[in-house]
């Protein structure tokens, strides 16, 4: 996939395209075939410091890390975007999401992974 601007963490979609975060501060989206699908700054007016990790639920929502901002952000597919986590990371980089709705944070300034639940489903 050429043209990407620093191109650091990439995660595959569901629908079976993959996302990538860029140092310049955007985040692109890109179908199986690697035609770029939609940046997320444009499609949801986002303004990104450094986004660094990303990763794709279940939902298809994608989640992004920003190592500038010390947020974790969720993307849905519809709707505005949704700060799930605002306070106690340092530097977040990689992240990965389980299906149980946990999110996993590496905080690359304490030295941890630190886990979120983010996402809870209705007892029936």
């Known amino acids: 996939v050429p043209n990407l601007q620093g191109p650091r963490y990439v995660s595959p979609v569901p629908s079976g395209g993959f996302v990538v975060s860029e140092e310049c501060g955007d985040v692109k989206v890109f179908m199986g075939s690697c035609k770029l699908l939609c940046s997320l700054s444009s499609k949801y007016g986002h303004q990104f ?3 660094a990790g990303v990763c794709v639920d279940t939902d298809g929502s994608i989640l992004v890390a920003d190592e500038q901002c010390r947020t974790v952000h969720l993307f849905p597919e519809h709707g505005a975007p949704i700060c799930l986590v605002s306070t106690g990371l340092r530097r977040p ?12 944070v590496a905080d690359t300034v304490e030295n941890c992974v630190k886990v979120f639940k983010y996402r809870v489903r209705p007892l029936f």
């Open 49 to 51: 410091g450094n986004p």
């Open 93 to 104: 980089a990689g992240m990965a999401c389980s299906s149980s709705g946990h999110l996993f």
